[in-house]
């Protein structure tokens, strides 16, 4: 790499993107050796002198890399990425980078992007307001269930697992990631069961249900195919595996313009997120997330049985729900203003309990989809006693009631809290 990007007096463009790296070089190599060929693979230069490069394109499109504190900050000029692509983008910024041998571990911590770059997506179609105005529920936290288990129901038991959470009291049920077309449970089969179910219990109920329906699949064609047959039969939700289909899915999916919401499931990601020093936080995945158009997904929840920290989460969230954040190097959060991109919902999920309610609201607040997979169907009472125990703990946390004296009389919480209280 023979290019020298390292520049500490540039002030970086509006219409920058910036990248901010956790850099540790490989034993032997300077930070500054490094840094340099980081700077120019993610954009122009290679690893030896090159006679194609012409000084005046260098001029125009080289990064500069205008700090090296803690972590390393690199200014890229909007000419080198695709518009609305995020494939794209992550091929550049996140790509051959990550297996130079000069490197001994390297991270995309944040990226901020310009208004351009911003305004070249359509984001999410509802977002946060879109999907309250839905669900009619105009501001307490969503409440929601995976069917469990997540393999081996044939459609018909699906569907009626389906029904007994929602007239137990949930707003939303949820197809579990590795749930798709299989023998025992045929994609359309289950769809138009469970469905018919969610139509019964708004009946039943008078509230607005939602079937969220695992459409991933293994081509972009029939993925959405399967988005149109849900919205055939009336379905109002889908719900994609976010990093296990690609971005290019999840943005054709946006891009069609189907009128469904679209949930995101980060199954996978920890492959690329959980090393603290290596790969891509979950801070990029979600800002690209919302970018290419998601309208919920799998944030983190600090307590049950996935990794993530506090801070982590809740900075996430934060920049999920908000049009404008301020740069917090203390966190390793850059600024960034959202524009006219909605917000996303932040959907916590996995391990939670009826009584993990309280804690839930008191750190993430009314934006925020709660789901519960055996937290609800391990009930001793079954899926409705269980739905119903979730339904009054979150009654007693908007109250400010604590849990122990809002079960008297409520048998479902009462009964969760004999099963779950310590």
Not at 29 to 48: H, K, P, R
Not at 129 to 142: D, K, N
Not at 314 to 341: F, G, T
Request: with cysteine; hydrophobic share 40%.
């Amino acid at each position: 790499m023979r290019g020298d990007y390292i520049d500490f007096g540039y002030k970086p463009n509006a219409s920058d993107i910036i990248a901010e790296y956790f850099i540790e070089p490989a034993k032997g190599c300077s930070m500054q050796e490094v840094v340099n060929s980081i700077a120019g693979e993610s954009s122009i230069d290679t690893w030896t002198d090159i006679k194609t490069l012409k000084p005046a394109t260098a001029r125009r499109l080289k990064p500069h890399v205008f700090s090296i504190k803690k972590n390393v900050k690199i200014a890229y000029p909007i000419a080198l990425f695709e518009p609305g692509s995020i494939a794209q983008f992550l091929s550049s910024l996140a790509g051959n980078i990550l297996s130079m041998k000069a490197v001994a571990n390297l991270r995309l911590l944040d990226v901020h992007f310009p208004q351009s770059y911003v305004k070249s997506f359509q984001g999410p179609r509802y977002g946060i307001p879109g999907i309250r105005a839905l669900l009619r529920i105009p501001s307490r936290p969503l409440l929601g269930t995976i069917v469990k288990p997540k393999m081996g129901l044939t459609p018909r038991e699906h569907a009626l697992v389906a029904f007994e959470a929602w007239v137990g009291g949930v707003d939303l049920v949820k197809d579990d990631e590795n749930l798709t077309n299989q023998t025992f449970n045929p994609f359309q089969e289950r769809v138009k069961a469970t469905l018919g179910m969610r139509n019964r219990a708004e009946k039943e109920t008078g509230s607005r249900k939602m079937y969220m329906v695992n459409i991933t699949a293994a081509t972009t064609e029939e993925m959405l195919s399967r988005a149109k047959y849900v919205r055939h039969l009336g379905g109002e939700y889908v719900m994609i595996d976010l990093i296990t289909s690609g971005w290019t899915a999840v943005q054709s999916l946006r891009n069609a313009n189907l009128g469904l919401v679209l949930h995101g499931h980060r199954c996978m990601h920890s492959a690329l997120t959980r090393n603290p020093k290596h790969g891509v936080s979950m801070m990029v995945i979600a800002k690209l997330a919302r970018l290419a158009g998601l309208d919920q997904l799998h944030t983190g929840t600090v307590i049950g049985k996935m990794e993530g920290s506090s801070s982590e989460v809740l900075n996430i969230d934060e920049e999920m729900e908000h049009q404008h954040i301020e740069q917090n190097d203390a966190v390793k959060v850059l600024a960034q203003d959202w524009y006219s991109i909605k917000p996303l919902l932040p959907v916590a999920s996995g391990g939670l309990q009826p009584l993990m309610i309280p804690a839930l609201y008191k750190q993430f607040g009314k934006d925020i989809a709660l789901q519960f997979g055996g937290g609800i169907h391990a009930h001793p009472r079954g899926t409705r006693a269980g739905a119903k125990a979730a339904v009054q703990a979150l009654e007693a946390t908007l109250k400010g009631i604590p849990l122990q004296k809002y079960a008297t009389g409520r048998h479902e919480l009462a009964e969760a809290i004999r099963k779950w209280g310590n």
